[in-house]
């Protein structure tokens, strides 16, 4: 025991040449060899199974779950519903059976009650040189039923001795392992006894507080070091219950903290533009040109954008708006603040339809206006590329809309003050970074998604982001309808469609696109599309079709004769789901409706309901839907509230699979969730909230603390965003 912190100490020394020079040692950053019982062999183990290189990786590698081992259950107790089960007993036999991979050592434990059966199929020669026929054995392990009798694969097994069991009242902790570590009798008990061995080293000094005491008090939770020795060792389960708490809101905290303080430090020290008044451009659209009186909610989110585009810092704003709540006219109205200050725009789209809509679509809106609006895509042809170069450099361009051709380095603009991204989710972090470098002071920036994101999500997500929310559609219209009807009823489907369409009304037919199979897509839409016509045939009824093996100027044709009313069907695949606006199209039915996500079959049935006719979806299902593609429609026909949607949507798939979230490290949470604490994630984000305004330099005496961590964690992790 003495010797261990000496050891320690040359471990420092000796781990010190591999640490940048700032970076403090610590016994946390003890290699693991150093730590009494480790040794090269285990340690060899514990980095190849469980990434434990550390003192701190071990103390960071938590239990599941206590259990009251105290408690010596009898053979005879255990029942199919026994989870897990500690037992005490007589070896009566042991041997080898089966060959090959079927290969297993089978033991026969004996109590007063019964026989318990204990399996092997790793590690055997290991295990046999420890069983000795006759001996009395303490076993722990998960039961099961084999064969009627109650068994226990892998059991962590030592010899029995009789003082050891019935001590006093300890839970202990229940790591997770791997299949060989078991093998190698290295199981869960090992690791914590070694775990326990770590903590009589520890002392407070070794955790130190990272969280400013007032909040600690204000919300009660336990100190730091108290939560590591009780989230491994609890006194009480309500002791363990108590450290799991602190230690899930300091993984929120401290994320909410990095993210505040990206944000309100942007606030204080960006550099952006300053659009100062509101001028002739704005006010001739606003009084002249607009063709409906702006909601509630666009009239707020463009008094938060005028305000946040006056202070002289970058504007970094996330507009979320449910499908048809109206994010372009905020985005027009935006870009004529720009031009009234002298600033160029551009607007983003993530797909060639969706930008020459919004192309055509502003033009409109602009016709009247001595405002020049460029489109430029990849399928811009050579010479009007190069007058729309030479027109943003010159100035005489005011507003561009594209792709991502918009970001090649070859564009290059005289002033731009303004980058608006159009549905967000298709754009990288990057790619938007990349718009921040064409010009000396960055750009504001606006980034509008249709598709809602959960509350949590955004504040972890999109955390360093303003946010704004509309949540209001423009008056007038009325929910869309859905339902769910299986292919047999297509007959049924069709002659509903038909009476929408003798009524004047237009319809979408949507089919799924596999990622993994084009072909197949194609193929699909393709049948589809026969059997579309069969009941809609020439000359009374046509049809538009696009997807994406069109060629541009193709889609776009095939498009605008559906815009245009020129054609009473549109049957497509995906292309179609974000941001197409034809108000008068009215039923929309989604093929194959089960292999489509919740929040692309919300964006889909964004496309009808837009005007204010009565507006229909119908989702067509096969009968082989899974229970999960059963729950999406079900709550498809249940709600048209994205922002519910979202919910479910993150609830059904967890975190990781959210659109657009996925290479977003912010989400990476060791022990919190942000389905299952969004409590804790919301008081998490209330308190650095509230510290970050305060105190933005991170000064106070009561945050030096905090601060001092936070450095040493962006060595670590290298976030660099942190000052
Ligand atoms: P999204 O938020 O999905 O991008 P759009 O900007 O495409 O929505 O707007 C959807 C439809 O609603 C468009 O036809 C648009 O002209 C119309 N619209 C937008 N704002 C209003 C409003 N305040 N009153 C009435 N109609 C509106
Ligand atoms: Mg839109």
Redesign the pocket.
């Known amino acids: 025991m003495d010797h261990a912190p000496r050891r320690i100490r040359t471990s420092i020394i000796r781990q010190s040449t591999y640490l940048s020079l700032n970076e403090i040692a610590t016994i946390l950053t003890s290699p693991i060899e150093y730590l009494k019982g480790v040794g090269p062999l285990r340690a060899d183990l514990l980095k190849k199974e469980l990434e434990i290189f550390t003192f701190g990786d071990l103390l960071d590698h938590f239990p599941n779950r206590h259990i009251d081992k105290t408690k010596v259950s009898r053979i005879r107790e255990i029942t199919p519903q026994t989870e897990y089960a500690q037992v005490a007993g007589t070896l009566i036999s042991y041997e080898t059976v089966g060959a090959g991979r079927g290969k297993r050592l089978v033991a026969q434990l004996r109590d007063a009650s019964g026989i318990l059966e204990l399996t092997w199929f790793q590690g055997i020669s290991w295990v046999v040189k420890g069983l000795h026929v006759g001996s009395d054995y303490l076993v722990f392990g998960k039961t099961g039923f084999f064969n009627g009798k109650p068994q226990i694969v892998h059991p962590e097994i030592e010899p029995y001795v009789a003082a050891k069991a019935g001590g006093k009242a300890f839970l202990e902790p229940v790591y997770p392992t791997t299949e060989k570590l078991k093998a190698r009798s290295f199981n869960g008990r090992q690791l914590g006894k070694l775990t326990y061995t770590l903590i009589t080293l520890l002392q407070p000094k070794d955790l130190p507080e990272n969280i400013p005491q007032e909040i600690l008090d204000r919300l009660q939770l336990m100190s730091r070091f108290e939560a590591y020795r009780n989230i491994h060792f609890p006194g009480s389960p309500a002791l363990a219950d108590a450290a799991m708490k602190r230690l899930k809101f300091e993984e929120l905290f401290i994320a909410q903290v990095r993210l505040n303080l990206v944000r309100l430090q942007r606030h204080h020290t960006s550099k952006g533009v300053v659009f100062e008044k509101v001028g002739d451009y704005f006010n001739t659209l606003y009084a002249n040109y607009l063709p409906?009186?702006?909601?509630g909610a666009?009239k707020r989110v463009l008094r938060e954008i005028r305000t946040d585009t006056g202070k002289g810092h970058q504007m970094n704003r996330l507009l979320q708006?449910d499908?048809?709540?109206?994010?372009?006219?905020v985005a027009l109205l935006s870009m004529l603040l720009a031009a009234d200050n002298g600033y160029q725009s551009c607007l983003m789209a993530p797909t060639e339809i969706l930008a020459q809509q919004h192309y055509t679509g502003l033009s409109e809106l602009l016709k009247e206006m001595p405002v020049e609006i460029a489109l430029l895509t990849g399928s811009t042809r050579a010479a009007e590329r190069k007058r729309i170069l030479k027109g943003l450099l010159d100035d005489a361009i005011h507003f561009v809309v594209g792709t991502h051709a918009v970001i090649e380095d070859a564009v290059q603009f005289r002033n731009l003050g303004l980058v608006i991204v159009d549905e967000q989710h298709r754009f990288g972090v990057a790619q938007r970074a990349k718009l921040w470098e064409k010009a000396a002071v960055p750009p504001h920036v606006l980034v509008m998604t249709?598709t809602p994101i959960p509350r949590t999500l955004a504040m972890t997500a999109y955390g360093d982001l303003d946010y704004s929310i509309m949540d209001e559609l423009?008056?007038g219209r009325q929910p869309v309808t859905t339902v769910h009807r299986n292919e047999t009823a297509r007959a049924n489907v069709m002659d509903f469609v038909r009476s929408e369409i003798d009524k004047g009304r237009q319809a979408y037919f949507i089919y799924p696109l596999i990622e993994e199979s084009e072909k197949l897509s194609y193929e699909d839409l393709m049948q589809g599309y026969e059997q579309v016509k069969s009941f809609f045939p020439e000359p009374k009824f046509h049809i538009s079709m696009v997807h994406g093996r069109q060629p541009a100027e193709q889609k776009e044709t095939n498009m605008q004769r559906f815009v245009k009313g020129d054609t009473q069907i549109m049957v497509s695949t995906t292309v179609i789901e974000v941001?197409v606006?034809v108000?008068n199209a009215t039923v929309m039915v989604i093929e194959s409706a089960e292999k489509f996500g919740l929040s692309q079959l919300h964006q889909l049935r964004?496309r009808v309901g837009?005007g204010s006719e009565k507006s229909f979806c119908i989702l067509l299902t096969g009968s082989s839907a899974s229970k999960e593609a059963r729950e999406r429609i079900k709550t498809m026909c249940a709600t048209n509230d994205g922002f519910k949607i979202a919910e479910k949507d993150l609830e059904i798939r967890g975190p990781g699979d959210i659109e657009g979230t996925r290479q977003s490290g912010a989400l990476n949470f060791k022990i919190a969730s942000i389905v299952n604490d969004k409590e804790l994630l919301e008081l998490a984000r209330a308190e650095a909230e509230k510290l970050v305004e305060e105190d933005v330099e991170l000064t106070m005496a009561k945050n030096l603390q905090l601060k001092k961590f936070l450095q040493s964690q962006k060595r670590k992790h290298g976030w660099g965003k942190i000052s």
Request: hydrophobic share 25%; glycine share 24%.
């Open positions: 409906f009186d702006l909601t666009q708006g499908v048809g709540s109206g994010k372009t006219i249709a423009p008056p941001g606006n108000p964004g837009r």
